[in-house]
């Protein structure tokens, strides 16, 4: 395992070299690992579990935007299509 303090580390080099360890610690160990190149993080290896939470989150997040914008709709009406295409010039 990679395990560090809160997230583990790893360059992507070392990842690569040790690619089957890092799938088995994210996969079984539920860890977490940030991949960096450079000194720089560049991506996150996650569970699935996680990824499924986030995917929920941005669901929830779309619906409330979406409802936020209908009731605005409704509160201050809306923009004929056509009109909002002549404005630019479509």
């Given at each position: 395992?990679?395990?560090?303090?809160?997230m583990s580390h790893l360059t992507a080099a070392k990842a690569r070299d040790n690619f089957s360890e890092?799938?088995?610690?994210?996969?079984?160990?539920?860890?977490?690992?940030?991949?960096?190149?450079?000194?720089?993080?560049?991506?996150?290896?996650?569970?699935?579990?996680?990824?499924?939470?986030?995917?929920?989150?941005?669901?929830?997040?779309?619906?409330?935007?979406?409802?936020?914008?209908?009731?605005?709709?409704?509160?201050?009406?809306?923009?004929?299509?056509?009109?909002?295409?002549?404005?630019?010039?479509?």
């Amino acid at each position: 395992t990679f395990k560090g303090d809160d997230m583990s580390h790893l360059t992507a080099a070392k990842a690569r070299d040790n690619f089957s360890e890092v799938l088995s610690s994210v996969a079984y160990s539920k860890e977490r690992i940030v991949l960096t190149r450079r000194g720089k993080n560049l991506v996150a290896v996650i569970p699935m579990e996680d990824l499924d939470l986030i995917e929920r989150l941005e669901d929830h997040f779309d619906l409330e935007t979406a409802r936020a914008g209908l009731t605005h709709a409704k509160k201050h009406g809306t923009v004929p299509w056509e009109k909002i295409k002549k404005e630019l010039g479509l």
